[in-house]
């Protein structure tokens, strides 16, 4: 089973360290899946990230860039990431907290573990292991991103889309879903 795999990575004023970052990323990614494409969303940046992100793009036909015209926060730049995002799994990559390539690997391997074992009639629940087999620090990060997203927003926000609940959506991706 080889799942498409998208990786969102929402950025600002990333300009310094963009093609270091998706270089790196791009040398661990298809060792995961032949099938990923790494999305780019410029947040209002007023360096010469979208340049860099574009010679990006050129360079490399997996990767892909979205602009908002100005900054709208990190909620806002992963909800555009998953309007373009087209693989089968998405996963975020925060570049303030940014998920290491063996953490990468480790999530995905642990994806694609679960999601070969048999279905079952009811809905699937939560192992009792509480690191779902991931380092204690991944999960503690991936939690706190969760809160600093959540935090980020508010509730009367305009946005065209509810931001979604990303820790959900995390404990579904553990799950194999």
């Given at each position: 089973m080889d799942?498409?795999?998208?990786?969102?990575m929402p950025v600002h004023n990333a300009q310094q360290w963009l093609a270091r970052d998706v270089e790196r990323l791009l040398d661990v990614l298809p060792?995961?899946?032949?099938?990923?494409?790494?999305?780019?969303?410029?947040d209002g940046s007023t360096d010469h990230t979208e340049e860099a992100a574009r010679e990006l793009c050129d360079r490399y036909p997996q990767v892909k860039l979205?602009?908002?015209?100005?900054?709208?926060?990190?909620?806002?730049?992963?909800?555009?990431g998953s309007q373009h995002a087209e693989g089968d799994?998405?996963?975020?990559?925060?570049?303030?907290?940014?998920?290491?390539e063996a953490d990468l690997v480790g999530m995905w391997q642990m994806h694609q573990e679960n999601a070969a074992r048999p279905a079952v009639a009811q809905a699937p629940s939560v192992p009792n292991n509480p690191g779902l087999g991931l380092d204690q620090s991944l999960l503690e990060r991936?939690?706190?991103?969760?809160?600093?997203?959540?935090k980020e927003r508010p509730a009367h926000s305009p946005d065209l889309l509810p931001r979604p609940n990303f820790l959900r959506k995390i404990g579904n991706f553990a799950l194999g879903e």
């Open positions: 799942k498409s795999l998208s990786l969102i060792e995961l899946t032949d099938q990923f494409e790494l999305v780019i969303i410029d979205h602009r908002h015209a100005r900054c709208r926060g990190i909620a806002s730049a992963v909800d555009t799994v998405v996963l975020i990559h925060d570049a303030r907290r940014p998920v290491n991936l939690m706190q991103w969760g809160s600093d997203v959540k």
